[in-house]
């Protein structure tokens, strides 16, 4: 089915080029639900889609409300075709948010994320509460691909990237721990993090063989040789859930985790000591962090409906960015065009 909206194109708002100095820049974007005081059965307002528009902290709503936009992916080539994850599977535009089309069918429900590989941009693999799929035609079909996974009813995933290097190479985070394919998703095996639950994956872009995974209940891992390999992270936050892991595209060696009674620890020194900051923040529950595309170091967080908040200063302080009483489920930062 196709949706087609009134809105502006979305081609313009990925591409940054809404008449300003800003055309070159990285644009962010958020899947979020405004959750604070919402009541069962209420008119849900706004949630959804959302871009940043800048200085004074306005988010502007794209496309239609749905509760469960929880993973959002988009080709460098042609950043007009976007693919999100919702709760009743995975929607796609190719027209810059002109129309949207549900790729999925009634099998695919309960999507946790989504991935394009940047190689082969027809390719895109979803995480879903019952094992991956994958298409190789841009969503015109799909396949189940849970060979070599879990158990039978232990295929749960969470989080999936692709190898930006590699075409073909998919990591994905499973309640048991985090699994390879070198072959597009057909054939899995587990490299890392036998027993936990893995929430969050995420790649250098600087450095494609540092990798960092968020655990629930299980801290951190962290893998230096392209995620063959997973390291235990630091004693901080050893025994607790980290939500969401972040790499600054700059630094490798900066990288940041949250999560439930976390507050925002952070690394300057690729992993060898971690501080825990963000204490002057409202609270220290949060599901998202993300290093930006555009401002050297600076980071965001999004905390448990009140709001997101950046830092200038690696987390020491921090300047708020809206949408308060929200749950933001991810964030991105959309870069302007690239030849493959």
């Not at 950043?79 to 002109?98: E, H, I």
């Not at 946790?112 to 693999?125: C, G, I, K, R």
């Not at 063989?209 to 968020?214: E, F, L, N, P």
């Amino acid at each position: 089915m196709t949706i087609r909206r009134t809105r502006t194109a979305l081609l313009a708002v990925l591409l940054g080029l809404a008449g300003s100095a800003s055309a070159q820049e990285a644009t962010l974007f958020a899947g979020l639900i405004k959750s604070k005081g919402y009541v069962v059965g209420s008119e849900l307002v706004a949630s959804g889609l959302h871009r940043y528009d800048g200085g004074d902290s306005t988010w502007t709503h794209l496309g239609w409300n749905t509760p469960r936009i929880v993973g959002i992916t988009v080709d460098p080539a042609r950043p007009d075709t976007m693919f999100v994850a919702s709760g009743n599977g995975v929607l796609r535009t190719r027209d810059g948010g002109q129309s949207w089309r549900l790729t999925t069918d009634w099998r695919v429900t309960e999507v946790q994320d989504v991935a394009l590989d940047p190689n082969a941009p027809d390719h895109v693999y979803l995480a879903s509460a019952y094992g991956v799929w994958r298409t190789e035609d841009g969503g015109a079909s799909w396949t189940e691909s849970n060979d070599g996974l879990l158990p039978p009813g232990r295929i749960y995933t969470q989080t999936i990237e692709v190898d930006r290097t590699t075409s073909g190479r998919v990591l994905v985070g499973t309640e048991d721990g985090v699994y390879e394919s070198t072959d597009g998703a057909r054939s899995w095996h587990r490299v890392g993090g036998e027993g936990l639950e893995i929430l969050d994956l995420q790649q250098s872009r600087s450095d494609p063989d540092v990798w960092i995974a968020a655990a629930y209940r299980g801290g951190l891992l962290h893998s230096s040789d392209g995620g063959h390999t997973w390291m235990p992270g630091p004693d901080v936050l050893a025994g607790h859930s980290v939500h969401a892991v972040a790499i600054d595209p700059a630094d490798a060696g900066r990288m940041a985790a949250v999560g439930w009674g976390t507050g925002v620890v952070v690394t300057e020194d690729g992993g060898r000591t971690w501080d825990r900051r963000g204490d002057a923040l409202p609270v220290g529950n949060f599901y998202e962090t993300i290093f930006d595309a555009n401002v050297p170091g600076r980071l965001w967080a999004a905390t448990l409906e009140e709001g997101v908040f950046y830092s200038d200063d690696l987390g020491r302080t921090w300047t708020p960015a809206g949408l308060y009483g929200t749950l933001v489920f991810d964030m991105l930062f959309v870069y302007p065009p690239t030849t493959p």
